[in-house]
């Protein structure tokens, strides 16, 4: 199917259905639009590699998850606007306007000639909670800014999973079901022509799974479903020989090397967000800063300016709410006013920069390699050429067993927490869960895959999905574990139902 008939098609979808998410139904014609090999900024680009000696990409993530409510769920940020004096739900219209603020911000800044750039990660649970809430000012401030032409060179959209899912800890059948739902969502909401665009993708809590079978079917979902990089997070990744990062390679983008267990290997391009968890580093607007003492370098035979990479909550806490306005907009005006030939320090947007890189001729195989932490200790003990998943499994075993600082968790912005470790209670309904729902559905579909369009169907993806949205293993247990075992209870009610052909 071809985009505009897609188009025409996808003129008749809302983002929401009957009062579901339209997350499923188009997988397939979703799948032709995404996989193109266009260039998507290089067309329109207004810079120059010649005349860039560093750059600086920043991304702002931002997420409210889904809770049940009530007989149904609601976005956590319409919970925080009906109980305001309750914690810190008074923040509730602040974090609203600045899911809105670069509708406003853009347009500003290129209104009076500036040059800026800005990368932006949804989670499909807030823009959904958005549609829910009616709230039309801010989905359509974000809507200029994923279809207004005027607008597609300074911002760049990125792919998330829908339900603000830690890849590592996913069941891995799940894993592009969230990748395709984020996709069909996007699309019903700002059209297939902005999906095009979409070609970054944002992990949510920049967490990269290190088991070589899960890495393995995460890299290759996100290539099935057209996306060409991919954000990590420094510490979250090794050199092959399971040394760190050198110095010079987090600025550059780097190919990640995801090898299973059955020998299979695939690679896909990754950006490196430099340093930690901090939003003063995006707030205060650090990457710049940085990219001025930033020198070009070699890849290959080729000097290319470097990249200082940062992402960080669009709304959390009050450097992102107060700080970030006030130092965001003055950057601009000084790169301006400096004259963009004169120092040489841009902003840039991710996949701009892959493009404007690639038109040099740098390719995926002159960028320096890397794989997930920890896998040089299985491949130092496993034939790497001719593993098994026996002698896989066996070797993981075996570390875990002997090695006090190895596991299969994955690495994500920080060290100090676990989306694993004591949240048993959340982990085993979302496992269970998941096998329902395959077992109930993964043969009608392979039958007949337009099943996927059913009501049944959508509902018991829809709770799937939920159940494993982060924050249910991010704010220990209480209330959040309770809200995952509702979400459990309900998907579980849905998948008990008879099949209904006609649903």
């Known amino acids: 199917m071809t985009a505009t008939a897609l188009s025409t098609n996808f003129s008749d979808l809302e983002a929401i259905q009957s009062g579901l998410p339209n997350i499923c139904g188009w997988e397939r014609e979703i799948a032709t639009i995404v996989n193109h090999p266009d260039p998507i900024f290089l067309p329109h680009t207004n810079l120059q590699l010649t005349q860039i000696t560093a750059g600086f990409a920043c991304a702002l993530h931002m997420h409210q998850p889904t809770i049940p409510c009530g007989e149904g769920v609601i976005s956590h940020l319409q919970w925080m606007f009906d109980r305001p004096h309750e914690g810190d739900n008074h923040n509730a219209g602040t974090f609203a306007w600045c899911y809105s603020r670069m509708g406003d911000f853009i347009p500003e ?24 809430m009616q709230r039309d000012d801010i989905l359509n401030n974000l809507r ?16 998330t999973m829908w339900s603000h899912a830690v890849v590592p800890s996913t069941p891995i059948p799940d894993i592009k079901l969230h990748i395709q739902a984020w996709q069909q969502f996007f699309a019903a909401l700002f059209g297939v022509e902005a999906l095009r665009r979409v070609k970054g993708f944002s992990p949510p809590e920049m967490h990269l799974p290190n088991h070589p079978d899960t890495l393995y079917e995460y890299i290759k979902a996100l290539k099935e479903c057209g996306y060409r990089w991919l954000l990590v997070q420094e510490h979250s990744v090794e050199r092959l020989d399971g040394t760190g990062l050198h110095h010079s390679d987090k600025y550059v983008p780097n190919r990640l090397i995801a090898r299973n267990s059955h020998g299979e290997t695939l690679s896909i391009t990754a950006l490196i967000k430099t340093q930690g968890s901090d939003t003063k580093l995006v707030a205060q607007m650090q990457p710049y800063h940085e990219a001025k003492g930033r020198s070009p ?19 959390n806490g009050g450097v992102m709410m107060n700080e970030f306005p006030r130092d965001f907009m003055p950057v601009w005006y000084e790169i301006k006013n400096n004259g963009r030939s004169q120092n040489g320090v841009v902003g840039l947007n991710g996949t701009e920069y892959i493009e404007l890189l690639e038109a040099a001729g740098v390719s995926l195989e002159h960028y320096p390699t890397c794989q997930p932490i920890g896998q040089h200790k299985i491949w130092q003990r496993v034939d790497p050429d001719h593993p098994t998943p026996e002698a896989v499994a066996q070797t993981i075993a075996e570390l875990n067993q002997t090695d006090p600082h190895f596991h299969m968790d994955g690495a994500s912005w920080t060290n100090d927490i676990s989306w694993v470790k004591g949240y048993e209670n959340v982990l085993e309904p979302m496992s269970q869960l998941s096998a329902q729902f395959h077992e109930k559905y993964d043969a009608l579909v392979q039958q007949d895959p337009a099943v996927t369009r059913r009501s049944d169907y959508q509902e018991a993806l829809l709770y799937n999905l939920l159940l494993q949205t982060s924050c249910f293993r991010y704010w220990g247990q209480g209330m959040w574990t309770d809200y995952a075992r509702e979400l459990y209870r309900r998907g579980e009610a849905v998948l008990q139902r008879p099949l209904n052909p006609c649903a």
Not at 148 to 156: I, L, N
Not at 297 to 315: F, H, K, R, W
Request: net charge negative; aromatic share 8%; glycine share 12%.
């Open 109 to 132: 800044l290129v209104g009076n000639g500036a040059n800026p750039r800005i990368m932006l990660d949804y989670s499909g649970n807030l823009l959904w909670g958005l549609c829910q």
């Open 144 to 159: 200029r800014l994923a279809c207004d032409h005027t607008y597609q060179p300074y911002v760049e959209w990125l792919g």
């Open 297 to 315: 370098q070699s890849i290959g035979n080729l000097m290319v300016p470097s990249c200082v990479t940062q992402i960080a909550d669009g709304e």
